[in-house]
């Protein structure tokens, strides 16, 4: 099972040392059936672009709760057992799921992350997030432009070098 977990540039480069993302429970975002249900016309690729969509956003939360932390989102692709991955999902995030265990880097496919010239628009929408959590149009805005930035994909003996 694909499951994209949410990180920082800072926890990245803890991971990288200790071998895994952790400690269990991991939260992560995969295809769930109740993100299935949500977006009903979408293929597997769609569905797992919109729980990777998931995972950046709950990047950006880690973000607002780290300031000191680099102002790109993080999202590394997992393909992990189902057995250890359990469905957490809501109407508010019908893809979030925990992983049990921690997850080897070995299982780890791949990275995504904003490239550096995002960095300003992500830093002003970590800021924004009580706000556009609260009903802020303005903040709302501010978050919807910074999720306009895609990630660049990177493979995972690259990671290394984003934390350089």
Known sequence: MRVYLPTTLAVLGGALVAG?????PVPGYAVTPALREWYASGDLEELEYVAMLQAARASLRLLHEDPGAPRRRVVLAADLPETIVTARNGADRPGLVLVMAPVDLADVVSGHVDDLDAADDIDAAAAALPAADAG?????????????????????????????
């Open 20 to 24: 895994q993302v952790g400690p269990a």
């Open 136 to 164: 802020d149009p303005d903040a709302r805005f501010v978050v919807d432009g910074a999720e306009g930035h895609e990630l660049l994909w990177y493979a995972t003996q690259e990671l290394l070098y984003l934390i350089g």
